[in-house]
């Protein structure tokens, strides 16, 4: 094989890689931000999220974007291990589409298709246009790039060298394990399994070794995601882990499937016996759902074992909990409404005492830095955040339904409670990232300057204690001692800037740490704004609802 050759397959690679960007970007623009949200919504039930997993992955044309998607949500509280399992089924499913397509021959057509493509992305000023523009130029691309490959492994026919080499893969075992290791490196098995397809088509590979080759492709889509998974949670390598294991089992099932019943891929071959590159695309996408026919049933054991391969943790269960509705979960459409909003009184106390305990911890960490302390709550935040959804959309539903104006208005003011809450708990993220500033030496505040803050702390920490008490116990009659604390922590913080700002006068204080002492004060009155909210939201009921 020449240079020449070798550059021109390398080429057609690189262009058909090129053209799946280019097409997943068009597929992106002309969808916007739908793909997210369609995954977001895919947690109603298994069945949904396969469908989900196939209509994502035909959209950007790309397995590994979609797992990748899914790893985020687990990683991030927005979807469970249950849920993620039936998107990367049909992930596997949807990825098969690009052999369907490539098995067509349409190299001759691809200048005049990118043509086309590049006209429209080009010259015209409508953003949708555009997108399709930019889409129908990635196929052009991803078919020249096909034709050039084509072009350049005609003369491998002829080398004896590469024979050579492709006699060694003339083993399933061996065939598998390439097929995974091309795929790893390629980080894309629509790549591979079109690569081995043209192999396939000059007669360079058996349709019975391919298949092999195709098996292996599958297992090698997963080195992406666990490369990604590296950097997220627990859950996240969870989700990583159980996308290898359905494609190890799949590998399982397929390679048991064609060695006990030879004439499987006979009927394979023969959907199609005049064309060796649809009967690869065929068998690629037989197996995808075969796989999934087979392992779904089997969905719950998968993620048992991911779990028992990453045991679960003390602090991830808590974070779990945390995370879910505890009261509001499931409520009968005929439940009245005043059990109704005592649950969602209690849904949003539960929340309340999460964020309490995380500022508590964050004042903590910033008087006394401690990096587990910090990490909880950050990851507590992102807590408070999901449940603050949670609980809105339940709120919102219940307005739905045939109330007074009482109870609405009941079911207004705790919507407010909910973001007033929530904006405490991004006033617990703030304190900790001045700590970790304390602890990294970037900034230094004096003992008295620390001294100054810890009353404050403690004072804004008693509004807070005392506005849950009042909302969650409907103890009214206290509201007079939660505005005496509020008013407290508003002159105190007052005080405290002005003797600050002499200390900076006197350069007797950092400038740096004068920047951090000015925040957190300015933090910690703002929870105290927000727990006068939170303590007075139900107190003052209009006497004409």
């Not at 291990?81 to 021959?105: D, E, H, P, R, S």
């Not at 996308?243 to 030879?262: D, Q, S, T, Y």
């Not at 991830?316 to 009261?327: A, H, I, K, T």
């Not at 830095?369 to 709120?395: C, G, M, N």
Request: proline residues 3%; charged residues 15%.
């Amino acid at each position: 094989m020449s240079m020449y050759e070798f550059f021109t397959l390398m080429g057609g690679v690189g262009l058909f890689l090129y053209g799946m960007s280019i097409m997943s970007t068009g597929l992106k623009g002309a969808a916007g931000d739908k793909m997210q949200t369609i995954l977001e919504h895919a947690t109603t039930n298994r069945y949904l999220a396969v469908f989900v997993g196939i209509l994502v992955t035909l959209l950007i044309q790309s397995s590994s974007a979609t797992d990748m998607m899914v790893i985020s949500f687990v990683n991030s509280g927005l979807m469970t291990l249950a849920q993620a399992i039936g998107v990367i089924m049909g992930a596997n499913i949807g990825t098969t589409v690009t052999a369907q397509i490539t098995a067509f021959n349409l190299g001759a057509y691809a200048p005049m298709i990118l043509f086309i493509g590049a006209m429209m992305y080009l010259f015209l000023k409508k953003n949708t246009v555009k997108y399709i523009g930019c889409i129908i130029m990635g196929f052009g691309m991803l078919f020249f790039g096909i034709s050039l490959i084509k072009q350049a492994i005609v003369p491998l026919s002829q080398s004896p060298e590469f024979i050579s080499f492709l006699t060694t893969l003339e083993h399933p075992a061996v065939a598998v394990i390439f097929g995974v290791l091309f795929t790893a490196v390629l980080q894309s098995s629509s790549s591979s399994v079109v690569i081995f397809q043209a192999f396939a088509a000059q007669g360079l590979l058996t349709f019975d070794i391919t298949v092999y080759l195709v098996i292996g492709a599958a297992i090698g889509s997963v080195a992406p995601n666990l490369l990604a998974s590296l950097t997220t949670n627990r859950n996240g390598k969870r989700t990583a882990i159980l996308n290898l294991l359905f494609n190890l089992i799949r590998a399982g099932i397929i390679i048991l499937l064609i060695n006990l019943f030879p004439p499987f891929l006979e009927f394979i071959r023969n959907l199609t016996p005049n064309s060796v590159g649809r009967q690869v695309a065929n068998a690629h996408t037989v197996f995808a759902i075969l796989a999934v026919l087979i392992e779904f049933p089997f969905a719950g054991a998968i993620v048992s074992l991911a779990e028992k391969i990453i045991p679960m943790k003390e602090e991830e269960s808590r974070q779990l909990e945390n995370r879910q509705l505890q009261y509001l979960n499931h409520l009968p459409a005929v439940l009245p409404s005043s059990v109704a909003l005592q649950q969602a009184r209690r849904e949003i106390s539960r929340m309340g005492h999460i964020t309490l305990n995380s500022i508590l911890e964050a004042i903590e960490c910033f008087f006394e830095p401690d990096d587990a302390k910090i990490t909880d709550v950050v990851e507590t935040e992102e807590s408070v955040d999901i449940l603050t959804d949670a609980i809105s959309e339940k709120l919102i539903s219940l307005r739905s339904r045939d109330y007074s104006p009482r109870d609405f208005y009941q079911l207004s003011q705790m919507m407010m409670v909910v973001s007033d809450i929530e904006r405490i708990s991004d006033h617990a993220e703030n304190i900790v990232e001045y700590a970790e500033q304390l602890k990294n030496k970037k900034a230094v505040i004096s003992e008295h300057g620390k001294h100054e803050l810890r009353r404050l702390a403690d004072a804004a920490s008693a509004s807070l204690k005392l506005s849950l008490q009042i909302f969650e116990n409907e103890e009214y009659g206290r509201m007079s001692e939660m505005e005496m604390l509020e008013q407290n922590v508003d002159d105190m913080q007052v005080e405290i800037i002005n003797n600050h700002v002499k200390r900076l006068m006197d350069t007797a204080c950092d400038p740096m740490g004068g920047v951090i002492f000015t925040d957190l004060a300015t933090d910690l009155e703002r929870c105290s704004d927000h727990a006068l909210n939170v303590a007075s939201a139900l107190a003052h009921i209009p006497a004409e609802l």
